[in-house]
């Protein structure tokens, strides 16, 4: 069997797995890497549960073949917290009760990443149909999108201390 | 006009004053691990040796099969076994079936003779990776004899349709005609009858998570253990292990979380089965993962599919007097839960309105389709649309305003006898209503909607009444059958309390396991409000089916209320205990004694007391200290059984009480048609419901969402499309359309809580409410902005191919 | 749904690129871009290629570029990198707009504008766009580059003119003056369109001096609403002279209905959409009348 190295930094931590070229990458993340986080849900692209962060971009890891970001850096759900303090994100999640079944959580928690990173000031609307991109079946959206919008703005505020705590 | 004497109801509850938990939006005990990541869903458990397996799906609707070579597909690499059907079936017995004649509609995991719909598996291989399973179906050669199909439900039940089950002698497995209170009379007096056809096509829950079971054969033993995100396998664990055709104590289904259920992993036996036969073929682990194509083409749970010809006697007032509802159900090619759907839909068949009367027929045809299971309702969402269609119609034939005529019906005294002979149990329908009108700034629309119709713009506002049951009784399985196979009428719930040595507390939790919705949360709340703890300090686990105590799990909104009444029990009988030993360590009389804020203290004596935690350390560690009878420990279990069903009577003219604990509901979305392409997007909605009192409101303002958005998804998007020779079209979700964060729009949430007299704190179940109102609410909002034009769409879901051809139908008539 | 096995080379230049899919033709070898249109296809073992020839080293395709008056875009340029690139907001803004309605962000950041022009789906965006602005597709195979017409492009569902051994290098779109517009219909939100157009319309002193217009979703290439434009030029354009350029152009379609649209719902909504289409381009290219 064809087998290739692939070297991924995830989460910080550099690792090289010997990969056959059609394991996708989302096989990769779970079995070779044990981080199962990432979940697998359609396997064609449309519901976003398998999202994760490639060099700082969103991707559907289920339509990405693990050879295909040989070299890439890789941030998943795993990555969020530090230690016991939970991210920003995921605790507004929690607060907000933006998730029921937990399932999408990880994909949609990374896409929320890329939107705040990409975007401080972000607005309601632009949450929305940023978010569009994943699908939950529990929440209806309402509670996911007052989460993101309350990290944004705690994010947001924590950056401007740390700059006016800095000057 | 019932035939029998009703039995008392229980006594009416007075309910805790000043609760400190329940009521409290608490951020929910389940998130952490889901937020980290760390859900273990079945799809994150590995254990040593595992395999894999994949299921090869028929390509046809109907075929005989006539032969199978797997010989390749055997040698390919990885392959540890191919099971075709016909060597399942000698392994395994047919599937848990409560349908009405099961010996023939015979429901297998694997087809043997025949397959009977596209998707149906035919074979399954065992390999060391799902890829290698996938690869080795490739090459399974199987040879089918292709038979003609039947898709559509009146054409199945016609003479002469092809059949899909020979043994069955014809496509209809069930079909009776109740008659509740004097339908004749209400119908011969009626001033006019508002007749209606209405047709509601299949969906389904489509969690996110398909489902999945990781089964482990021990061949030493003779034990099976299967790892499964379905649920509810307590009580009917002996179901399974008569499949498997082994001992049920030598069966263990242990609970996993579900990453989403919404019905859809209610007793799913299929994938739970197929990985159990196939981990003692080969006698390794053996994981089976549906994927998506998998569960939209055979999962075990599609959802409703119905055909309505309807009558509802009317007086020119605006008076409902009875309903004549005429059903045919598609169950598809097995009937696995009866026509259980129908039950649920007698429990509230005659919505919040005080009608006399009900006429139900219904037919339950087969069809070459995937078949039913269970949907966020269970058919009682269909019947509420039907309902709340006519009552619309009614009003635009009698000219009577759709607010005026709902709240001329509504109930108004509990406990209320509907003619099936259900009860509601509490309810303030004018109270809902109008919180509802002022919540959706009603009159706004209104008048927005007649400036919009200026412009040539249709915005509807569509404004529904509507019944939300919970907790269900088995009855409504059985009581189709004279003479019920199985007259169970309680499905309990239990729950074991234990207080550590510290004063912890952990629930144990049987046969409910998560699945989105909250349980540890509810009994964290519950817990903390008898113990005054804090609910997160409360540790939650589940056990498995071997040695769980007698449970039913969710369903039917019964969680929250059944938990509740098995902690309330578990509770008193630990509260005894540790009055009994506090009283004893403190000299005191127990009758002299109450609990106060975590502990037993001598009334009027604070400093004559016991904390719990000084207590359950006497208990655990001092049992010497006690009387001769009390032993060691501080634990104990409640089997909470149905708190209010009763027996139908003999004729079948009164069901009984089966499921009586009544939520209701207003919805008003706002919609705007766009004529020119067909499409339907939201202005606005709000949303009030009344579930009793409320243990979380934002979990329960996050169901009402959640089943909202799929309600959406059910009145505008999502349809499981057969084509005329049973192809299945929408396989994918490219084409199974699930609606997004710009689908759904922004809901304005009202609670309003009229506590049920007879339930824990007055609780009701609400986890199905926000989709058993907004398919309702969105169809009658998008006849109201197409009134003036004389369209009236009554086929869900209301696509722009749909609304397009009503829209060209009434542009061509008027200039006809 | 898993993807079935297949051999993988990730070259580093289009010379070595094209040496592969030559050697490899008799395998199905395939080019593979940013996948998602193609991996998909894999996971349902609807495409079964033996070799996939990974593009994405191969850095000369991943430039944008201006020459003179014409925009060229290398076939791997990611779509959301497109989407966003200054380059493209002024040279060519409608397939910025156009980029906006690919699927969804997580696809576009991997999804590439030579990939899907290769794709060649119908309902897609950009081979509309492609047809509307008159770009030229440039390919490379063993025997050097050839450059083919957008309007020769499209062969029918799925296929191109790109040969065997051959891959897409570079988009070439000349820069056009006027008001353009990207409109389209889904069901839900980012979802495959049951109708796009893309347009441009240019005004001298509030006549149509040209229109070019197309449309995605009608038939099995994207089309090229001729008898639209030929209506519009010359017209100072008004409700009815849209109307009429409207109708003219959906006469001539008959587009395939499937489970999302009946052939009468997408003539429907074609005609719509062109109408908004048409509108919107005209407002943007200037005063109206």
């Known amino acids: 069997m064809d087998r290739h190295d692939v070297t991924l930094t995830v989460n910080g931590r550099t690792s090289t797995v010997s990969v056959e070229p059609r394991k996708l990458l989302v096989d990769v993340l779970r079995e070779d890497l044990g981080l199962t986080g990432t979940h697998v849900g359609c396997e064609h692209g449309v519901c976003g549960t398998c999202t994760v962060l490639r060099d700082g971009e969103s991707i ?102 740390t700059t006016g705590a800095q000057a | 006009m019932t035939t029998m004497d009703r039995p008392d109801a229980p006594p009416v509850r007075t309910h805790k004053e000043n609760r400190k938990w329940v009521g409290q939006s608490i951020r929910r005990v389940e998130d952490p691990k889901f937020l980290r990541g760390r859900g273990g869903y079945i799809g994150d458990m590995t254990v040593p040796g595992m395999l894999h397996a994949a299921v090869l799906r028929s390509p046809h609707a109907h075929a005989r099969i006539t032969g199978i070579d797997a010989a390749e597909a055997l040698a390919a690499p990885g392959v540890h076994a191919v099971i075709t059907g016909a060597q399942a079936a000698q392994l395994c017995d047919p599937l848990p079936d409560f349908g009405p004649d099961p010996a023939k509609h015979t429901w297998r995991c694997l087809a043997v003779d025949k397959v009977r719909y596209v998707g149906e598996g035919v074979a399954v291989v065992v390999a060391d990776s799902r890829y290698l399973a996938e690869d080795a179906l490739a090459l399974i050669d199987v040879e089918y004899e292709p038979l003609p199909a039947v898709v559509d439900p009146e054409r199945a039940l016609a003479d002469g349709a092809p059949l899909v089950h020979d043994d069955l002698g014809s496509n209809c497995a069930y079909e009776r005609t109740f008659d509740f209170g004097d339908v004749e009379r209400d119908f011969a007096e009626a001033d006019v009858i508002v007749t209606d056809r209405l047709r509601w096509h299949r969906s389904g829950g489509q969690p996110l998570e398909t489902v999945g079971a990781l089964a482990d054969f021990d061949h030493a033993t003779g034990e099976l253990t299967v790892h499964t995100n379905s649920l509810s396998f307590t009580s009917y664990l002996f179901m399974v292990a008569g499949t498997m055709k082994i001992p049920a104590n030598k069966l263990d289904i242990r609970p996993v979380p579900a990453g989403g259920s919404f019905g859809s992993k209610l007793f799913a036996t299929k994938p739970a089965v197929i990985a159990g036969m196939c981990s003692r073929e080969v006698g390794h682990p053996v994981q089976y993962l549906e994927d998506r194509v998998d569960n939209i083409s055979n999962c075990d749970h599609h959802g409703s599919d119905r055909v309505y010809d309807v009558r509802l006697a009317m007086m020119r007032d605006g008076t409902i007097r009875g309903i004549d509802i005429d059903t045919v159900e598609d169950y598809g090619a097995y009937i696995q ?122 915005i509807g506002i569509g404004l529904i009444t509507a019944q939300e049951r919970s907790v269900f009784s088995a009855t409504e399985f059985w009581f189709w059958f004279d003479e019920p196979g199985a007259p169970v009428t309680s499905m309990p719930e239990s729950v074991t309390l234990k207080v550590d040595a510290t004063g912890g507390i952990t629930a144990t939790l049987y046969s409910c396991a998560f699945w989105g919705n909250s349980p540890e949360t509810m009994v964290a709340q519950l817990v903390a409000e ?43 009988k630990i509260k005894a205990k540790a009055l009994r030993a506090a009283a004893h360590l403190l000299e005191a009389n127990p009758d002299d004694m109450e609990w106060v804020d975590g502990g037993f203290q001598v009334k009027g004596v604070p400093e004559q007391r016991k904390s719990l935690a000084d207590i359950a350390v006497m208990l655990h560690l001092f049992k010497h200290s006690f009387p001769e009878d009390m032993e060691s420990g501080l634990e104990d279990s409640k089997v909470f059984d149905h708190p209010y069903t009763t027996m139908p009577s003999a004729d079948r003219k009164d069901l009984g009480v089966f499921y009586p604990f009544m939520g209701h509901a207003c919805h008003v979305p706002v919609v705007e048609v766009d004529l020119e392409t067909g499409s339907v997007s939201f202005l606005a909605y709000a949303a ?57 729009p922004e ?15 007055g609780i009701k179940g609400g986890g199905e409410g926000g989709r058993m109102m907004a398919p309702a609410a969105i169809n009658v909002a998008v006849n109201d902005a197409l009134a003036h034009l004389g369209v009236r769409v009554t086929e869900l879901p209301i696509t722009p191919d749909r609304l397009r051809a009503a829209i060209r139908a009434a542009k061509s008539r008027e200039s006809g | 749904m898993k993807p079935p096995p297949f051999q993988y080379a990730a070259p580093t230049s289009v010379a070595e690129a094209v040496e592969l899919l030559g050697a490899h033709a008799d395998d199905d070898a395939r080019a593979l871009a940013g996948g998602q249109s193609l991996v998909p296809l894999m996971n349902f073992r609807l495409a079964q290629p033996a ?92 025997g050097g580059t050839r450059t083919v017409a957008a309007a020769d492009f499209f062969t029918g569902p799925f296929s191109t003119a790109i040969g065997s051994g051959e891959i897409l290098t570079e988009v070439r779109i000349p820069r056009r003056a006027g008001g353009h517009a990207f409109v389209e219909f889904a069901r839900t939100h980012g979802n495959f369109a049951l109708v796009g157009v893309a347009a441009v319309v240019e005004l001298d002193g509030g006549t149509v001096a040209r229109a070019s217009i197309a449309l995605s979703g009608v038939a099995p290439v994207p089309v090229r609403a001729t008898a639209a434009e030929e209506a519009l030029t010359g017209t100072v354009p008004d409700d009815a002279s849209i109307r009429a350029a409207v109708d003219a152009a959906v006469a001539g379609l008959s587009p395939a209905g499937d489970v999302h649209g009946g052939r009468e719902t997408r003539t429907d909504i074609a005609r719509s959409y062109l109408r908004r289409g048409i509108e919107l381009a005209l407002s943007r290219a200037g005063d109206r009348r």
């Open chain 1, 60 to 161: 559907r890891s289920c339509t990405t073949f693990a050879v295909q970001v040989d070299g890439a850096e890789i941030r998943t759900v795993e990555g969020l917290a530090k230690g016991a303090e939970l991210h920003p994100l995921q605790d507004e999640f929690w607060d907000k009760q933006g998730l029921q079944c937990g399932y999408c959580t990880p994909g949609m928690l990374m896409r929320a990443c890329e939107i705040i990173e990409g975007n401080p000031d972000v607005t309601h609307d632009q949450v929305r149909e940023g978010i569009a991109s994943n699908l939950c079946r529990c929440t209806g959206y309402q509670f996911i999108t007052e989460a993101v919008c309350a990290a944004a703005a705690r994010m947001k505020a924590d950056s401007a201390e």
């Open chain 2, 337 to 458: 839960f009866g026509v259980g759907h129908h039950g649920n839909a007698l429990a509230q068949v005659v919505g919040p309105y005080a009608m006399t009367s009900v006429r139900y027929r219904v037919r339950a045809a087969m069809t070459n389709k995937n078949q039913q299971g269970a949907y966020r309702g269970f058919g009682s969402e269909v019947n509420n649309w039907m309902l709340e269609q006519m009552v619309d119609k009614a009003a635009r034939e009698l000219d009577l305003d759709p607010v005026a005529i709902r709240r001329q019906n509504f109930i108004r005294e509990f406990p209320h006898f509907i003619p099936t002979g259900n009860v509601y149990d509490s309810g303030d329908y004018d109270g809902v209503l109008d919180k509802a009108l002022e919540l959706s700034d009603y009159k706004h629309w209104r008048a927005e909607q007649a400036k919009a119709r200026e412009e040539g713009r249709c």
């Open chain 2, 530 to 572: 008898e113990f005054d703890c804090d609910p997160h300090d409360v540790a939650i686990v589940y056990q498995g089916s071997k040695n769980g105590l007698p449970a039913t799990g969710p369903g039917g909104s019964r969680t929250t209320v059944m938990l509740a009444g098995a902690v309330e029990g578990a509770t008193a």
């Open chain 2, 688 to 744: 009030v419901h009344d579930c009793g009192t409320l243990v979380n409101p934002r979990s329960l303002a996050g169901h009402i969402v959640g089943g909202t958005a799929q309600g959406i998804g059910t009145a505008l998007y999502e349809e499981f499309v057969y084509d005329d020779d049973g192809q299945l079209l929408t396989s994918s979700y490219l084409d199974y359309l699930i609606p997004s964060a710009m689908e759904v």
């Open chain 2, 747 to 761: 809901l304005k949430i009202g609670h309003h809580e009229t506590p049920s007299p007879y339930t824990l704190h």
């Open chain 3, 51 to 142: 070799y996939l020839i990974d593009l994405r080293r191969i850095e000369e395709l991943t430039r944008i570029r201006t020459e003179g008056d014409t925009l060229v875009i290398g076939a791997m340029v990611r779509q959301s990198h497109a989407e966003h690139a200054p380059e493209i907001a002024v040279g060519a803004p409608l397939l910025a707009e156009a980029l906006g309605y690919v699927a969804h962000p997580p696809i576009r950041n991997s999804g590439t504008v030579g990939g899907s022009i290769a794709h060649a789906d119908p309902a897609a965006e950009l081979p509309a766009v492609v047809l509307a602005l008159d770009a030229e597709l440039v390919l490379a195979g063993l």
